[in-house]
């Protein structure tokens, strides 16, 4: 099994839906977080967590929020999806309190939305 | 802030050249520099990875070094594979190990 899993793999949507995308990891990491990626743009940071507790904004939050579950759990929600949000999520892990600084990644949700 | 800057792409080389993929970075501090692929329809893998100064990183005969005095961490591989086509991305960890920094990715492809 996958140690991080995303879910859904892929969603279309509407304008103007609610989505949520659900990340989970069995890595037993502290950290949590999410990313978008547009073709030419890279990955960027949308929000990410320290721990249960702990969570802060990147550097493209605005249209998201997230919750974090449970150290295994970190969703991430559209509250009115618009076309513009029409790219590919990653979700990612980092194991910080055992000294760890890359970051494991998630298979990645494809979200359209029309 | 933080930034990385990465040779655009695509490349297109031939079974067995050499490869260089270019990376430079601004910081401040000492970062971690990373190197991760993206294989079609894949998630990010990290690749290789730097944590000081002249530190060489090298996994599956690809390579990259440290150099803070150019502030680069370029890429490179001796002999590419058709299996080595995919996107690759330069990364940096501030000093504080809180979030990475990404270039916007170097889309690798590679004929037999």
Redesign the interface.
Known sequence: DAD?TQTPRNRITKTGKRIMLECSQTKGHDRM?WYRQDP??????IY?S?DVKDINK?EISDGYSVSRQAQAKFSLSLESAIPNQTALY?C?T?D?LRGG????????TRLTVL | GDSVTQMEGPVTLSEEAFLTINCTYTATGYP?L?W?VQYPG?????LL?A?KADDKGSNKGFEATYRKETTSFHLEKGSVQVSDSAVY?CAL?DSG????T????TMLLVSP
């Not at chain 1, 600084?101 to 990645?108: I, L």
């Not at chain 2, 894949?42 to 990290?46: A, D, R, S």
């Not at chain 2, 990404?102 to 990715?105: E, I, Y």
């Open positions: 991080v977080y030419g743009l890279g990955l960027r940071l990410y320290f990147g990653f990612a980092s910080f600084n890359e970051q494991f990644f998630g298979p990645g | 971690s990373f991760y894949e998630g990010l893998q990290l990875k944590t991305f960890s190990y809180s979030t990475l990404f270039g916007k990715g």
